[in-house]
């Protein structure tokens, strides 16, 4: 898929706040760090477009990026480890909830885990969410330029493992990098499929 566009439209806490238009929408959520905001700009190959950082817990809202102005992606905050308050990771968990629950256009989200780390109890009970919500979503495994493809395939085997233990089948997945765009394509493709139906 081309990307004629990419621009970014609204950053709120509040669900209803979100955009109205009918567009599929596609979000990334995973713990802080993940590279969820660097993903998004290699997607759409804008090196600025969400904000990154090399410290956890940069990204704090709800981000609404309009992708060739007929679908969108959604930068969310990371849950885990950002280093804010017990208050403010409070209200964090309780807005991204509510879009999970509420937002009717979303299509497929998403959930970012680190192909270096074994696999996360948290990323684990997220994706239970997910599912007992009927919320659609794939994993994305990121950061795959920091391993040889041996450690690589070791770990996706071992996550798979991990899933099988849970889930009848393994979701869709991806194997990706922001730094060699690995799995962009991939990606821009199942969002072609998806955006189809
Ligand atoms: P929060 O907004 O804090 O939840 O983080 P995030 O998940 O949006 O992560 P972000 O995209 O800000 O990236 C975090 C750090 O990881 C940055 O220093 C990025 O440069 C780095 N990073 C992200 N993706 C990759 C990748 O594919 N390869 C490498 N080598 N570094 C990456
Ligand atoms: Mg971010």
Redesign the pocket.
């Known amino acids: 898929m081309k990307i004629h566009s990419a621009n970014f439209i609204i950053s709120n806490t509040d669900v209803s706040k979100c955009p109205k238009d009918q567009l599929p929408e596609y979000a990334f959520i995973?713990?802080?760090?993940?590279?969820?905001?660097?993903?998004i700009n290699?997607l759409t190959d804008h090196k600025k477009l969400?904000?990154?950082?090399?410290?956890?817990?940069?990204?704090q809202l709800i981000n609404h990026f309009k992708i060739n102005d007929e679908w969108f992606l959604v930068?969310l905050?990371?849950y885990g480890y950002?280093q804010v308050s017990k208050s403010k990771r409070k209200t964090f968990q309780s807005f991204i909830k509510d879009y999970f629950l509420q937002r009717e256009q979303l299509v497929c989200t998403f959930v970012?885990v680190d192909s270096r780390h074994e696999p996360q109890k948290i990323d684990l009970e997220f994706m239970q969410f997910l599912g007992e919500n009927g919320v659609p979503f794939g994993i994305i495994f990121?950061?795959?330029?920091?391993l040889g493809s041996s450690t690589l395939n070791k770990n996706i085997t071992k996550y798979k493992k991990q899933l099988l233990k849970t889930w009848e089948s393994i979701p869709t997945h991806f194997i990706?990098?922001?730094?060699t765009a690995m799995g962009r394509e991939d990606v821009l493709n199942f969002i072609t499929e998806v955006n189809k139906n």
């Open positions: 995973g713990r802080s760090n993940v590279g969820k905001s660097s993903l290699a969400a904000k990154t950082s090399g410290k956890p817990g940069k990204t930068d905050p990371g950002a970012l990121t950061k795959a330029d920091k990706t990098s922001s730094e």
